[in-house]
């Protein structure tokens, strides 16, 4: 076959291209580091690094989700060791709470206005652990307020011109029997009521008013369905702690009384309400003020403001982290799990029970034992005055003394269920931990399996390089060689 000039020199250039593509693919290596430098170059390869970079992936965007609900949880995790926990030089505020309801509770130490000193170091606890720990947020989102992560579980602001329908369920658990007061005028001795009381959250509640369509029906049932009469009433009412069992119908009765909130029954109707299972109120608030629980977070609630039913749901309201594919935990602690309604209910209405005990003017009660039919001498006037003055400070401070009594009862059972809550709380951040562990670990493994998948050997890549280089050169000197001869250098020899 003839092989022509021009056959020659295609071949060789052809031949010199090669070599220095081939080279150049070697020097890219080198130079990025990298074997192929796009899919064409090496299927295989690029199928292999898609994979394990969906997957590198999806390991950082869990590795995320586990940071940031940690961060989420390390707030909740203040919040309860500020409540609960303590330190070694600080108390938490359930500590704290206790040791002062201990202190309060000793008879013949403590007199009134001591157990009143004591209430108000109390009541400082209380608003720290409603007013700033329940309040806690994380990136302007309140960690214990479920889904509505906008809204504070207890108000920062007044919120007028809004009324909720609000829903409770009771049980035995939440009915205290305990002292109540009455006097008949200003000048008789205040008479001490035992009484069963069941504690709203609320004070200036009402059961009467209008409700719109789609907003639940105002009133009290037992939990087996019985209608309660209920009386609505103040506490000045000389009636208000002494309900009657049964109204002409044969329906129990509950006095509600309006200007603090409390439900009054009777021993019967708490038979009656034990053997139900429960108490089921439905009220309506309006005008929601600050310092107060917020409906929308911690009640099964309706919003009736302007004649429009919105339902407010506060049940399985858990914020999930998803930690691998279709797995989650639950970050956030609900408000009503960590500081429940009862506990606020209990604390508010101690406060509000002793700042109702007022103690007789000794002006009012002198007089009174110097108009007819008493006719005393200024010495028996002066006992008779200090005598009822003192009687009824001795009163008063006994019903303190048995309204704090239950509240060392019943704080336990609501630190109890803060301390179930704080439990579950450690236990997923246990969780958490072991899993950024994992993701971490996993992160490295698949990293170094990439590397090993796309990543140039240098050290060969370099020796196949210096062989391409020679390659190349010879390549060029021997076109060179070539293209310098023509038929005239042959026809001369």
Known sequence: MRVTNSMTYGGAMNNIWKNARYLNKLVTQIETGKQIQRPSDDPLISARSLRIRTILSESEQFTRNVQQAMAWMEVSEAAFNSILTGTATQPSIMQELNTLLIQAA??????????????????????????????????????????????????????????????????????????????????????????????????????????????????????????????????????????????????????????????????????????????????????????????????????????????????????????????????????????????????????????????????????????????????????SVQKFLSDEQAMFSSAIHDRINNMLKYIMDHAGQAQREHTSLGANMARLEMIGIRLEEEEVAYTELLSDNEDTDLSGTIFRKNGAESAYGFALQAIARTVQLSLADFINR
């Open 106 to 383: 000793q008879t013949g130490t403590n007199t009134l206005d001591d157990q009143r000193a004591i209430l108000t170091e109390i009541e400082e606890l209380y608003k720290q652990m409603y007013g700033v720990d329940m309040n806690q947020t994380y990136l302007n989102r309140y960690v214990f307020s479920g889904f509505h992560i906008d809204q504070p579980p207890v108000l920062k602001t007044d919120m007028t011109g809004r009324s909720f329908v609000i829903t409770q369920t009771f049980g035995m658990e939440n009915i205290e029997k305990t002292l109540a007061f009455h006097r008949a005028s200003p000048t008789s001795m205040p008479e001490d009521i035992k009484i069963n009381l069941v504690k709203l959250p609320y004070d200036e509640v009402s059961f009467t008013s209008a409700t719109p369509a789609g907003a639940p029906a105002l009133g009290i049932t037992l939990a087996d369905g019985t209608a309660v009469t209920i009386v609505t009433i103040t506490s000045d009412d000389a009636v208000a702690y002494r309900p009657a069992d049964f109204d002409a119908m044969g329906n129990p009765v509950i006095h509600h009384i309006q200007d603090t909130g409390e439900l009054i029954m009777t021993d019967a109707v708490r038979e009656l309400m034990q053997n139900a299972g429960g108490l089921n109120v439905t009220y309506e608030k309006s005008n929601v003020m600050t310092g107060e629980l917020n409906p929308i977070v911690y009640f099964q609630s309706t919003e009736i403001t302007g004649g429009v039913a919105v339902n407010y749901n506060t049940d399985g309201q858990n914020i999930q982290a998803e930690i691998s594919p279709g797995a989650y935990v639950t970050i956030n602690s609900h408000a009503r799990d960590v500081l429940s309604a009862a506990l606020f209910a209990d604390l508010k209405h101690l406060f509000e029970f002793a700042d109702s005990l007022i103690t007789s003017d000794p002006r009012v009660i002198e007089e009174y034992f110097r108009s007819p039919p008493h006719s005393l001498t200024d010495d028996d006037l002066n006992d």
